[in-house]
């Protein structure tokens, strides 16, 4: 039975979220889809760019820096800090609230260890980890993202101006 459809999205790690948003939406052309608040992550913040068929790039910048280390690329936990430039989670997108009970279920019944349900008002995710210890959500949109994803708070604790956050919401 296959239940995820593909990738939703690639988490990596930052160290300077304005930085990379002006390089990601400025350079690269993609737009900003959301940034607020890491749910559950003191201190940590997360970005969404969407690509046209609706999976995304997704940086987060932890409270505090990590420093990079040769061979270690993976965090302690689902919410741990990396350095930047490493995948922090790769998130497979299910269809429905179904597919993802399922996923669960089979995680379960093959004896992985995986999160309740976690909301994040966009998305329902559970996580797990992969023997070779990558981080793995498997996710469901509820919604797409909008204007409750684009945080004022998140935005000037990154220090972005309000022109630079029209250039990502809208880049040329």
């Known amino acids: 039975m296959r239940l995820a459809k593909g990738i939703n999205h690639l988490a990596i790690a930052t160290d300077d979220m304005r930085d990379t948003l002006d390089y990601y939406c400025n350079v690269v052309g993609l737009p900003l889809g959301g940034l607020f ?26 409270a505090e820096s990590t420093p990079q280390q040769k061979g270690v690329s993976y965090p302690g936990w689902a919410g741990g800090a990396m350095p930047a430039g490493t995948m922090q989670h790769v998130a497979l997108h299910l269809e429905d609230h179904d597919e993802l009970v399922a996923m669960r279920e089979r995680l379960v019944a093959k004896g992985r260890t995986v999160s309740e349900p976690i909301d994040h008002g966009f998305c329902v995710s559970i996580y797990t980890k992969a023997p070779d210890r990558v981080e793995l959500e498997f996710t469901i949109l509820t919604r797409p993202l909008g204007p409750a994803e684009l945080d004022p708070e998140v935005v000037a604790h990154c220090g972005i101006t309000e022109e630079e956050l029209a250039s990502f919401l809208n880049p040329a």
């Open 37 to 62: 608040w890491m749910h559950g992550v003191e201190g940590a913040v997360h970005a969404f760019l969407p690509f046209p068929d609706g999976k995304m790039l997704s940086f987060i910048q932890f």
